[in-house]
């Protein structure tokens, strides 16, 4: 059997969340090995009771397992394991993130840069216009939008996009095999075209109340910030946006009317200093140092010969991601150091003035 249909039958356990997945491989060597354990040996795994043990050893998950492989073949559906090479950058470091993840699109999820796009499914000819608006201006930074697929600002940033011929993806709360809601099926379409969608729901998986929290924490992991336009206090886009902020991301929001209902979303995150406030595409690119694509310029890397190998792999890092500003959690994943060394490391870094520190807890060459 191969190894893909025993990552796939870890997402089918019921009582096995990303968490408790992620620690089920560890502490039995990889995915086969799990179902290959003895009950024995699962019970003494912590949190591991004798409902999960007998679950994980029923022999009806590998074979749900087995139908979904044949839908992944059958349907050209790339599958990125939380353990792989492929899968997405941005998600690897926080240990709620998917174990697998289901993919139908054209877009390398790795893009140097992203903006996650969300709000009210109902927003006002205000609200719309001022989504079409930052996504025209957006354009000129060269970058990847992200949204959930669902009615109103989803759907205006996903067709603005296309429209821009940016490449979009789009987040769900069900599989594969579901297109949700159904009259967004042509944007689906052309969006696997100039982007993808992207789920971790098995692809027979309907959408339910609870997965669309679950589909927000990638939206907002997935992307470098998160822009709020038009929201009540409490919704989709707020628990997103609250994510994001968790995740130590940026967070933008659109400032509204007092008094509007729409408006008092984004203003909340703006008052609470949750969001930064943004009118514009060049407020966003302000913040998070972005220039226009046209307008890139390469910096001359500084030369030391006094550093140490670990040092100039930090600054490699740095460099090769200087578009994005790369945060601690990624030069952490990608340098194999520990915290503790590495925060070494960039604070001489910081006083031999080679980088510097910018808001969000990334860094930039100097």
């Not at 025993?6 to 179902?35: M, N």
């Not at 877009?107 to 840069?113: F, G, I």
Request: aromatic share 8%; proline share 5%.
């Amino acid at each position: 059997m191969s190894d893909l249909l025993y990552q796939i039958a870890l997402t089918i356990i019921h009582s096995v969340g990303p968490i408790t997945a992620k620690q089920l491989v560890a502490y039995c060597g990889g995915p086969e090995a799990v179902f290959r354990e003895s009950k024995k040996n699962l019970l003494k795994i912590p949190y591991i009771g004798l409902n999960t043990a007998n679950e994980i050893l029923d022999v009806s998950v590998l074979q749900k397992a087995e139908k979904e492989l044949e839908f992944v073949h059958g349907n050209k559906i790339s599958c990125y394991f939380y353990l792989d090479e492929a899968y997405p950058s941005r998600l690897k470091p926080y240990n709620d993130s998917p174990v697998m993840l289901f993919y139908s699109g054209t877009q390398d999820l790795n893009h140097p840069r992203s903006i996650g796009i969300v709000g009210t499914r109902k927003p006002s000819p205000h609200g719309s216009l001022n989504c079409e608006r930052i996504i025209e201006e957006l354009k000129a930074y060269d970058l990847m939008i992200i949204s959930g697929l669902a009615y109103g600002i989803d759907s205006i940033s996903h067709r603005k996009s296309l429209t821009e011929n940016i490449p979009t993806i789009g987040v769900m709360g069900n599989g594969l095999q579901i297109t949700y809601p159904a009259l967004n099926k042509n944007l689906r379409q052309k969006m696997e075209q100039n982007g993808g969608i992207l789920t971790e729901f098995l692809s027979d998986t309907t959408p339910e109340r609870e997965h669309f929290p679950m589909r927000n924490r990638i939206i907002a992991a997935l992307s470098d910030a998160t822009l709020v336009i038009e929201s009540e206090k409490k919704g989709g886009s707020m628990i997103t946006a609250q994510f994001a902020f968790s995740y130590n991301k940026d967070v933008f929001a659109v400032p509204g009317r007092p008094g509007d209902k729409m408006s008092e979303g984004p203003n909340f995150l703006i008052k609470s200093n949750v969001a930064a406030l943004a009118d514009s595409a060049g407020d966003i690119a302000y913040k998070m140092l972005w220039e226009k694509s046209k307008n890139k310029k390469n910096k001359q890397l500084k030369l030391f010969t006094e550093l140490s190998e670990k040092q100039k792999k930090i600054i490699e890092i740095i460099r090769l991601q200087e578009d994005k500003s790369p945060g601690i959690d990624h030069i952490h994943h990608i340098s194999g150091l520990s915290l503790s060394e590495l925060s070494a490391l960039i604070l001489e870094l910081e006083c031999l003035n080679i980088i510097r520190s910018i808001p969000g807890s990334r860094y930039t060459l100097i």
